[in-house]
């Protein structure tokens, strides 16, 4: 299982998802799974900052690599 505490707010990384998608942006914040609502999935995730200005939450399970670049 992938840490994403070790990545919040470290800077630039880049995210492979499970279909082979790559996502390159700033680390934002980590958001544990006691965080969530009920109508979210119970689970930790990270948001990442794109060079758009997009913000993107990616769940650890949606996540097949992290590295900061």
């Known amino acids: 299982m ?13 995210i492979v998802d499970i279909d082979g998608n790559e996502f390159i942006g700033e680390a934002q914040e980590v ?6 609502s009920e109508l979210e999935k119970p689970e930790i995730g990270i948001t990442i900052s794109t060079e758009e200005g997009n913000l993107i939450e990616f769940y650890v399970s949606e996540i097949k690599s992290i590295k900061k670049i």
Do not use: F, P
């Open 2 to 14: 992938i840490n994403l505490w070790q990545y919040e707010y470290c800077g630039k990384i880049m």
């Open 31 to 36: 958001t544990d799974d006691e965080e969530r």
